[in-house]
């Protein structure tokens, strides 16, 4: 295991400004977050909620903690409510903080028992006011938790194997992995132990909890976790002389200067990625930009070393060894979300079904993990697309499985509305946020079911539409057919209202680019179900057989 390592400054520095590189001597902190981080390490605070702040209640807390530190456990301050938009970036943090938080439970791979699931839901019940939303970082995200509640439920998550370590904060974020892993016939190979092994080998270490920012993984047999935006991922492949194993990929991302990770062109076995995560964390953390917080994700150092400079530093001050040439990954025909009934490599079959926009509840959870098990099943799966998955169905129990799940608002044969929409937070909880999203893509849905039902039985893969409350990008937008960032527009009446800035033609796979923003392209939210029909019809009457939507990047 490295640690951080501390050479002298160069001579260099001074012509040039240093981004607050540790590994180039940069070691006082040159913003509050990175103060903060030094003060006291953010791991700390856990002994505090505990000790100190359960006990006594939210006004006891530090701000620094509130603020800063509780996020290493996946709490944030939740938006107080009836603040509406157009006021957020007006706003002091504290003005929009209420004494309830946000609670993400980190689910590495989405995998869960049903037992799990269970005591999800249940905790839902208990202290979250049933709110449990399927998140596209394959996590359970609550809402309405008072401080007081805070090591139960830890104690009851931790009795069942899940924990919130590092579901937020500077450090390694849950790890996206494949929902189908291990029973898919289109997988290379099973990346599960890999993502076990980085996980008790480094999740919840100091040393690899002081990051610049936030580091996104993800690791899949098939592309299927959006590897290309990820600040690292490794994506099965099969090499013609050494077999299965993964390619490399490094510094993607979204937000406001989104950028597609770029491959290292480096073929790496099984049991080797826990130690190529370590050395390619370890760069981020050693010679990541720390100065400015706009430019200390991972994507910034990538674009500025390239690819061949960043593998040749893996190798030589990390790994201490070259890494093998490899391929790169099939691109899979067509994007793939793991919704309806598929057949598993042992017979029995996956169940893969769609709310909409990760909208769930503890209730729901609750019922999903018991109509699994009717049918025979003891393991579900989260997606990155916000869907849920019922693994190991018994082909006589599918129909009815498929039938309790569409009961409780779980489609399996889904419009390719409720299939391709997603959507963030949003304004009801989220304090950065802009507009409403949640609520405005069930509408959406609702309103494409019947204004294009007409057509939409001829869509072979369903129309993507991604709903950000924010310039953020949560819900991944430039990676959407019709991307919508949440912004205050002028209607027609010049009205400041709740709208969208439009991005359109964006995916990731065989065509993968961003949607292209188009310049005044704005639609207040009232219009929006009229926009993208007007989009799709189009998109529909002018295409080829088969051809995807337009790629306009
Ligand atoms: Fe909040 Fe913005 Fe992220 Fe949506 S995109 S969850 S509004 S930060």
Redesign the pocket.
């Known amino acids: 295991m490295t640690t951080p390592r501390t050479p002298a400054r160069p001579a260099r520095a001074k012509q040039k400004r240093g981004e607050g590189q540790w590994a180039l001597g940069y070691r006082e902190p040159l913003n509050p977050n990175e103060r903060s981080k030094k003060d006291d390490h953010p791991l700390n605070v856990r002994a505090r909620i505990e000790n100190i702040y359960a006990h006594r209640g939210f006004d006891a807390i530090d701000p620094g903690d509130l603020r800063g530190r509780f996020r290493w456990f996946g709490l944030y301050t939740q938006r107080k409510p009836g603040i509406d938009g157009g006021r957020t970036a007006a706003l002091e943090p504290e003005e929009l903080d209420d004494r309830y938080f946000m609670l993400r439970v980190r689910i590495d791979g989405g995998a869960l028992t049903t037992g799990q699931l269970t005591v999800l839901g249940e905790i839902s019940q208990a202290y979250a006011r049933d709110t449990a939303d399927i998140t596209d970082r394959q996590n359970i995200q609550y809402h309405w938790i008072r401080i007081e509640d805070v090591p139960a439920i830890w104690a009851k998550l931790e009795n069942a194997g899940m924990t919130t370590m590092e579901a937020c904060g500077d450090s390694p974020r849950v790890m996206l992995g494949s929902p189908v892993a291990g029973i898919s016939a289109d997988e290379v190979i099973d990346g599960t132990p890999a993502l076990d092994e980085i996980k008790r080998r480094y999740i919840g270490k100091p040393e690899f909890a002081n990051l610049p920012r936030k580091f996104k993984t993800a690791i899949s047999g098939q592309p299927d976790v959006a590897h290309e935006i990820h600040d690292v991922a490794f994506v099965g492949v099969d090499h013609p002389e050494h077999g299965p194993g993964f390619d490399v990929w490094v510094g993607g991302g979204l937000s406001t200067n989104p950028m597609l990770g770029q491959r290292l062109g480096a073929w790496v076995p099984l049991d080797e990625v826990p130690d190529v995560w370590e050395g390619v964390i370890s760069i981020f953390r050693d010679y990541g930009y720390r100065r400015l917080r706009s430019r200390a994700r991972l994507k910034f150092l990538v674009k500025d070393w390239g690819a061949e400079k960043f593998r040749q530093v893996l190798q030589d001050e990390y790994l201490k060894r070259e890494l093998i040439d490899g391929p790169p990954p099939a691109d899979p025909a067509v994007p793939i979300d793991h919704v309806g009934v598929h057949p598993q490599v042992d017979g029995k079959f996956y169940v893969g079904a769609a709310p909409i926009a990760g909208r769930s509840s503890g209730g729901t959870l609750v019922a999903v993990a018991k109509a699994a098990e009717r049918a025979g099943s003891g393991r579900v799966r989260l997606t990155p697309q916000q869907k849920v998955v019922v693994l190991d169905v018994p082909e006589a129990q599918v129909t009815t499985l498929a039938a309790e799940l569409t009961e409780l608002g779980l489609e399996t044969k889904p419009s390719p509305w409720r299939r391709g929409v997603m ?5 009801e ?7 409403e ?1 949640k609520a405005r893509a069930q509408q959406l849905v609702a309103d494409l079911e019947k204004s294009l039902a007409d057509i939409q039985d001829g869509l072979e893969t369903p129309v993507t539409v991604h709903l ?8 991944r ?1 430039q990676t959407a057919d019709i991307g919508l ?2 912004q205050i527009v002028t209607d027609a009446d010049g009205n400041q209202v709740e709208g969208f800035q439009v991005h359109l033609g964006g995916g990731l796979g065989l065509d993968a680019g961003f949607g292209r923003k188009l310049r005044g392209h704005k639609v207040t939210s009232d219009e929006l179900t009229g926009y993208v029909e007007r989009v799709v019809r189009n998109y529909v009457s002018g295409r080829e057989p088969g051809e995807r939507f337009p790629q306009w990047a």
Request: glycine residues 12%.
């Open positions: 959507a963030c937070t949003g304004l909880f989220c304090k950065l946020a802009i507009v999203t950000n409350g924010c310039p953020n990008s949560c819900a937008i960032k949440g």
